[in-house]
């Protein structure tokens, strides 16, 4: 058990108060730096994404050799994904975001993969009726964000297992039960399913350098809790003569209740607003949420609230701040005292039910593609 100091971040379990900055030194991933977000920046067309600015995505893997090549003509691809669980909440939204935008801005294609198989493995209290519900439901979310349908292929792997498995089989061989073991520490009760299952979340991140048959290099905007699994993407990687796919590491958004971190396992259905969430129950929510405000008005008139331990402000700054004026001003004004917190929940619920409206509007037309968007079967002529 970790002391209270401690913290422990693995793809399967987020807990205690995480020291971000500890984390990138224990998993060796490198800063990232101003000089790459004012490359990323010129390369976007003159803005970066909020997430970006924002800091919200804080560490990386290769992203300067992927935009040399990118430089050089050599296009990308973006990966990522979702382990359909539950409903979606806001904060899961933010790798498919960013995704977007490096499509929209980039033109480059994406892939999604819905791991409906890890989470029936992983999740010992789900069915497979349910994970795959949430596969499709959190599908049409993440499809919703606006990916163009020409540009966007889905991996959701009980449908699309003939398309994965002719590479699964060769990142299988390559990975050892004793690495496996290394990097997510699973118990000795962990059904097997669960420990092959890191094969496949590798396999999108080399499915195009296989189907094209040449190098097509890899961005992957994930949670750092993810790294784990990439770690071992890379290290066999040039083994199987794919380029190591780069990747765009996010902290974890603190949840509405205030904890330090939102927990993987078990989290309260009152700590995010999740997707499925009618008005009435996102009013409540953000009414209740844990700030930084003091005891008394006259006292936060006087000294201020605190923006660094409030979940109202994690949601505007992850998500719902539309520019960097408006996010500075609504820093200001909280740490100033010139607003409380009453006024700047109704000015964010303003905000969320917009979005809500809205993304149940473009999640209606996502269903439209979203079928035809999975890939069923493995590119011509590598069955094997
Ligand atoms: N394992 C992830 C989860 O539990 C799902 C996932 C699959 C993923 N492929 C990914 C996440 C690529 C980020 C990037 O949600």
Redesign the pocket.
């Known amino acids: 058990m970790p002391g209270p100091e401690e913290f422990v971040v693995t ?1 399967y379990e987020v807990r205690g108060r995480v020291d971000y900055d500890r984390l990138r030194e224990m998993f060796g991933t490198q800063e990232l730096t101003a000089e790459l977000l004012a490359r990323l920046r010129r390369l976007a067309g003159g803005q970066l994404h909020p997430l970006l600015e924002r800091g919200i995505y804080y560490t990386h893997r290769d992203l300067g050799s992927l935009l040399d090549a990118y430089e050089a003509g050599r296009p990308f691809f973006v ?5 359909p669980s539950g409903p979606l909440h806001t904060s899961h939204l933010a ?1 498919f975001e960013l995704c977007r935008w490096f499509q929209e801005r980039l033109g480059v294609p994406m892939y999604v ?1 819905i ?1 409906d198989d ?1 989470k029936f493995w992983s999740r010992g209290g789900l069915t497979r009726e349910e994970t795959v519900r949430w596969g499709w439901e959190n599908l049409y979310d993440i499809l919703a964000l606006g990916f163009d349908p020409k540009r966007t292929r889905v991996f959701f792997d009980s449908r699309s297992i003939a398309a994965l498995y002719p590479l699964a089989i060769r990142v299988a061989r390559k990975i050892t039960y004793s690495s496996v073991k290394a990097v997510f520490g699973l118990e000795p009760s962990a059904n097997i399913g669960w420990i092959f299952y890191t094969a496949l ?1 590798t396999v ?1 991140a080399f499915w195009p350098s296989w189907a094209e048959r040449t190098s097509v290099p890899c961005l ?1 905007p ?1 949670g750092i809790d ?1 790294d784990p ?1 990439f770690r071992l993407s890379r290290d066999i990687a040039e083994g199987l003569g794919y380029p190591k796919p780069s990747l765009l590491h996010s902290r974890m958004v603190p949840g509405l209740l205030g904890e330090a971190a939102m927990s993987t396992t078990g989290a309260s259905p009152e700590n995010a607003l999740f997707l499925n969430d009618p008005p009435k129950v996102v009013e409540r929510k953000v009414r209740n949420a844990f700030t930084g405000g003091r005891a008394t008005v006259e006292e936060q008139r006087r000294l201020g609230a605190d923006p660094e331990v409030c979940s109202v402000w994690a949601l505007w700054k992850s998500r719902f701040a539309e520019s960097e004026d408006r996010f500075r001003k609504i820093t200001e004004d909280c740490r100033s005292g010139a607003m409380l917190c009453g006024e700047c929940k109704g000015l964010l619920l303003e905000r969320v039910h917009r979005f809500y409206t809205e993304h149940a509007a473009a999640r209606e037309r996502a269903k439209s593609w979203a079928e035809s968007a999975i890939v069923t079967g493995p590119p011509a002529g590598l069955e094997l």
């Not at 990966?79 to 382990?83: A, E, K, L, M, W």
């Open positions: 793809p990966y990522s994904g979702r382990g790798h993969q791991t890890e979340q999108p992957i994930c993810q699994h």
